[in-house]
């Protein structure tokens, strides 16, 4: 499956569409409507597209060497359809990156809301990021190297996407913190944001080196024992 298949952003943004006023059901305004929501999923689905065709010609060319000439190719439309969606090639980057998110969070929200240990949630956080780029290496390539090329991405991007997958995480070691299971003096935010680095750099190590999906797999298990273990409360005495 893709990359991008069946997550929050490529189900599409809203797009409002008017019918005439005052119309009953199944009249204009019903036909307006109909057609409106065509046109939203067929919005949603070419700009699916586009972003699957630029995680490829990213991880193929690179950020700086790729055009949205080669973009628009690998997608199958017109150049100028692109920017229809996007408004250069930073926002198509931006873009790759605020889906993955959208959909961690997504993934993330699900999978722990049934576990009661704040430290098992933990891990399947870890196990839920690093899963992810393993199973797409095209998109680790994209998030890990590409990214970091990106000035507007480095400079002016104020990630509230971002934050959320942050809050998340910080949220769980507060849960821990009021059970008494993660100590007090560790700050829930530094802790999500050092999980966040860590597995980033993992993912980096493991793009770079061309490693077997195992090789992440394991790097996974260990260091979710590394950083569970270094907030966990310890018996006086």
Same mark, same amino acid.
């Given at each position: 499956?893709?990359?991008?298949? @069946?997550?929050?952003?490529?189900?599409?943004?809203?797009?409002?569409?008017? *019918?005439?006023?005052?119309?009953?059901? !199944?009249?204009?305004? =019903?036909?307006? @409507? &109909?057609?409106?929501?065509?046109?939203?999923?067929?919005?949603?689905? %070419?700009?699916?597209?586009?972003? #699957?065709?630029?995680?490829?010609?990213?991880?193929?060319? !690179?950020?700086?060497?790729?055009?949205?000439?080669?973009?628009?190719?690998?997608? =199958?439309?017109?150049? &100028?359809?692109?920017?229809?969606?996007?408004?250069? %090639?930073?926002?198509?980057?931006?873009?790759?990156?605020?889906?993955?998110?959208?959909?961690?969070?997504?993934?993330?929200?699900?999978?722990?809301?049934?576990?009661?240990?704040?430290?098992?949630?933990?891990?399947?956080?870890?196990?839920?990021?690093?899963?992810?780029?393993?199973?797409?290496?095209?998109?680790?390539?994209?998030?890990?190297?590409?990214?970091?090329?990106?000035?507007?991405?480095?400079?002016?991007?104020?990630?509230?996407?971002? @934050?959320?997958?942050?809050?998340?995480?910080?949220?769980?070691?507060?849960? *821990?913190? #009021?059970? &008494?299971?993660?100590?007090?003096?560790?700050?829930?935010?530094?802790?999500?944001c050092a999980l966040f680095g860590a597995?980033?750099?993992?993912?980096?190590?493991?793009?770079? *080196? %061309? =490693?077997?999906?195992?090789?992440?797999?394991?790097?996974?298990?260990?260091?979710?024992?590394?950083?569970?273990?270094?907030?966990?409360?310890?018996?006086? *005495?």
């Amino acid at each position: 499956s893709s990359p991008m298949a @069946n997550t929050p952003l490529n189900r599409g943004s809203r797009f409002l569409c008017r *019918g005439g006023a005052g119309e009953a059901p !199944g009249g204009g305004a =019903g036909r307006a @409507n &109909g057609a409106g929501r065509m046109k939203e999923a067929d919005r949603a689905k %070419k700009r699916e597209r586009i972003l #699957r065709a630029a995680v490829r010609v990213f991880a193929r060319h !690179g950020f700086f060497v790729s055009r949205v000439s080669q973009i628009a190719s690998a997608a =199958g439309v017109a150049d &100028g359809t692109i920017y229809l969606y996007f408004r250069n %090639k930073d926002d198509i980057l931006i873009s790759i990156f605020e889906d993955r998110i959208d959909a961690l969070c997504a993934v993330v929200e699900r999978a722990t809301a049934g576990l009661e240990d704040p430290a098992e949630k933990l891990r399947k956080v870890i196990e839920l990021q690093l899963g992810i780029v393993r199973r797409h290496r095209d998109l680790a390539e994209v998030l890990s190297i590409n990214l970091r090329q990106s000035t507007r991405f480095l400079k002016q991007y104020a990630a509230p996407k971002f @934050n959320r997958y942050l809050d998340l995480i910080a949220d769980i070691v507060r849960e *821990g913190q #009021r059970m &008494g299971l993660f100590r007090e003096d560790v700050s829930p935010r530094v802790f999500a944001c050092a999980l966040f680095g860590a597995l980033d750099g993992l993912t980096l190590t493991w793009v770079i *080196g %061309k =490693g077997k999906p195992e090789r992440l797999r394991r790097a996974a298990d260990a260091a979710a024992t590394i950083l569970i273990e270094g907030i966990l409360k310890r018996p006086a *005495g």
